[in-house]
């Protein structure tokens, strides 16, 4: 798609770094530098005023990665590249039939009203839910880990979904500050939100984080 679109040698383009390394990869292949920008804390996309501080005379595109099921704000984006004459590409996420969706749906706003003392993921249109991504609240990585564990001994599958930003693993290895990236990568939590699970799935889960809720200091 970069190729095609005349990126190569000598340009640089903007992508997320909270996600896998595909999407810089993609980048180095056609010879072109990738450059990361922050996201937005609500929505794990790029941040559009991020993006515009890292931009550059190299710069020729912009990749955008909706996350999660949560669209990135392409308007913005598309704002942003027709200001700076830059390609703006985005790359989306499988998201499964309409019923598949609706039951996510209908799982997620179950998620929304009973869980208690974790962040649940903010809504808004367009959110398929892929993935129910909530943020521990208290010392970030160490308490993650630790409320994940427990949540796992209690017999429900959760996952961390970043584990390490792009920019700190060693091939793409950058100075750069990407706060939110990493603070993101450091609190978030997947919990189980598939159309298959029951209701009673349902109340275990709430039962298992609600029980360890009090153990940390509720989310503002």
């Given at each position: 798609?970069?190729?095609?679109?005349?990126?190569?040698?000598?340009?640089?383009?903007?992508?997320?770094?909270?996600?896998?390394?595909?999407?810089?990869?993609?980048?180095?292949?056609?010879?072109?530098?990738?450059?990361?920008?922050?996201?937005?804390?609500?929505?794990?996309?790029?941040?559009?005023?991020?993006?515009?501080?890292?931009?550059?005379?190299?710069?020729?595109?912009?990749?955008?990665?909706?996350?999660?099921?949560?669209?990135?704000?392409?308007?913005?984006?598309?704002?942003?590249?027709?200001?700076?004459?830059?390609?703006?590409?985005?790359?989306g996420e499988t998201d499964?039939?309409?019923?598949?969706?609706?039951?996510?749906?209908?799982?997620?706003?179950?998620?929304?009203?009973?869980?208690?003392?974790?962040?649940?993921?903010?809504?808004?249109?367009?959110?398929?839910?892929?993935?129910?991504?909530?943020?521990?609240?208290g010392n970030g990585r160490?308490?993650?880990?630790?409320?994940?564990?427990?949540?796992?001994?209690?017999?429900?599958?959760?996952?961390?979904?970043?584990?390490?930003?792009?920019?700190?693993?060693?091939?793409?290895?950058?100075?750069?500050?990407?706060?939110?990236?990493?603070?993101?990568?450091?609190?978030?939590?997947?919990?189980?939100?598939?159309?298959?699970?029951?209701?009673?799935?349902?109340?275990?889960?709430?039962?298992?984080?609600?029980?360890?809720?009090?153990?940390?200091?509720?989310?503002?």
């Amino acid at each position: 798609m970069l190729r095609a679109a005349g990126v190569g040698v000598g340009d640089e383009v903007v992508v997320p770094a909270f996600g896998n390394a595909e999407v810089a990869e993609s980048v180095v292949l056609v010879g072109a530098l990738p450059v990361f920008a922050d996201i937005d804390p609500a929505t794990y996309c790029l941040d559009t005023s991020a993006v515009e501080a890292a931009l550059t005379p190299r710069t020729a595109a912009v990749v955008a990665v909706h996350r999660f099921g949560r669209p990135a704000d392409m308007a913005r984006l598309h704002g942003v590249g027709q200001r700076h004459g830059l390609l703006v590409l985005e790359q989306g996420e499988t998201d499964g039939s309409y019923d598949e969706i609706a039951r996510r749906r209908e799982r997620a706003a179950y998620l929304d009203g009973k869980l208690k003392g974790v962040r649940t993921p903010q809504g808004g249109d367009g959110h398929t839910y892929q993935q129910y991504v909530v943020r521990v609240p208290g010392n970030g990585r160490p308490d993650r880990d630790a409320f994940a564990r427990a949540v796992r001994e209690r017999g429900i599958d959760c996952r961390v979904p970043v584990k390490t930003p792009v920019h700190r693993t060693p091939g793409f290895r950058r100075c750069v500050s990407l706060p939110e990236t990493e603070r993101a990568a450091d609190e978030t939590l997947a919990l189980p939100v598939e159309a298959s699970l029951t209701k009673r799935d349902m109340q275990r889960i709430v039962s298992a984080c609600n029980a360890l809720g009090g153990l940390l200091q509720p989310a503002h």
